[in-house]
């Protein structure tokens, strides 16, 4: 099993940057591909971004240009970098491992284990 553990979130204003990291316990992220996702009150768990194994990324169209997903360099982590945040990124931001196919990154049912999340607030 895989513990994971997101840090980095906080409250920001329009135009800000935060960057956001994920990393696990008790494992390493070298046989799983590792995914963004965030869910914001009343709405259902969204894609946000990916890097597979073979460090190819794939970003949602909303954060395309924005939000960079990259492994830590010499660390076991996977970093978020948002920039030019807006206030509809508000929501809490989840890192999840997994093994889906290219065509299911983007599905949350995917992925395997989840951690906890971390608030991202933008205030305008």
């Known amino acids: 099993q895989v513990q994971l553990v997101e840090s980095g979130g906080g409250l920001v204003q329009t135009g800000d940057s935060l960057r956001l990291s994920c990393t696990p316990s008790?494992?390493?992220?070298?046989?799983?591909?590792v995914g963004w996702f965030r869910q914001a009150p009343g709405q259902e768990r969204e894609f946000v971004a990916a890097?597979?194994?073979?460090?190819?990324?794939v970003y949602a169209d909303s954060v395309k240009g924005r939000f960079s997903i990259s492994r830590g360099i010499g660390k076991n982590t996977v970093d978020l970098q948002m920039d030019t945040l807006k206030p509809e990124d508000t929501a809490v931001y989840f890192c999840?491992?997994?093994?889906?196919?290219?065509?299911?990154?983007?599905?949350?049912?995917?992925?395997?284990?989840w951690g906890q999340g971390t608030q991202v607030t933008v205030s305008s």
């Open positions: 999840a491992v997994g093994r889906p196919v290219l065509s299911a990154i983007r599905d949350p049912s995917m992925y395997y284990y």
């Open positions: 008790g494992s390493t992220f070298s046989t799983y591909d």
């Open positions: 890097i597979r194994r073979t460090s190819h990324t």
